[in-house]
């Protein structure tokens, strides 16, 4: 209940300069990643590497260095049990159990809640077992939700695409 989970969280109130020290981390590895990217530019313009490339190059880096900061916040446990807590209650409370986006699969919807906001989910398995099946079955389930749906595939044409679409919905191989 309520109050075991305060009570958990109580316990990991002592540690408090974590924070900081984090952040004192995060600092110093942001200054290290641009130090080793100046270092790769000085060494591209002494190779004569081509303008446009070496800025495109950089822009990347620069992005996944602030991407990495903007994305690593520092959080107590008191503040992490807390937010746990209200997604389980708001989990509870809605009717279908879903706080995500339906996935399609019933046994999976109730294992995942839907696909949450800001997870990274990886298909894989063998060739020609599926996967791009099963993922058109993903979108074609949050399509059927409202929520607007876009699919990029390296493996399928759009017509190979459509096919499968009509075949699952028709249900005809």
């Known amino acids: 209940g309520e109050a ?4 958990i969280q109580a316990e990991f109130m002592s540690s408090a300069n974590v924070k900081s020290w ?16 100046s270092r790769v530019i000085q060494s591209s313009i002494g190779d004569g590497a ?7 190059d950089i822009n990347d880096r620069l992005d996944k260095i602030t991407g990495d900061i903007s ?23 809605t009717e279908t159990g879903l706080t995500g986006v339906p996935t399609g699969f019933r046994l999976l919807n109730k ?3 839907g696909w949450q906001n800001g997870n990274y989910i990886i ?18 389930a949050a399509a059927k939700s409202g929520l607007k749906t ?5 493996e399928m044409s759009s017509i190979e695409l459509g096919e499968r679409f009509i075949s699952s919905e028709s249900q005809v191989e």
């Not at 984090?22 to 990217?37: P, S």
């Not at 081509?50 to 495109?56: A, E, F, H, P, R």
Request: proline share 1%; net charge positive.
């Open 4 to 7: 075991s989970l305060l009570g």
């Open 150 to 154: 876009l699919i990029f595939s390296m």
């Open 71 to 93: 994305t690593g916040s520092v959080q107590t446990m008191s503040e992490v049990i807390t937010q746990a807590y209200e997604v389980i209650k708001k989990r509870s409370e």
């Open 111 to 113: 294992a995942t809640a």
């Open 22 to 37: 984090c952040e004192t981390l995060i600092e110093k590895k942001r200054l290290r990643d641009l130090d080793q990217l």
């Open 50 to 56: 081509d303008s446009k490339q070496m800025i495109n």
């Open 123 to 140: 298909v894989a398995a063998p060739t020609k077992q599926g996967k791009s099946t099963l993922l058109l079955n993903f979108a074609m």
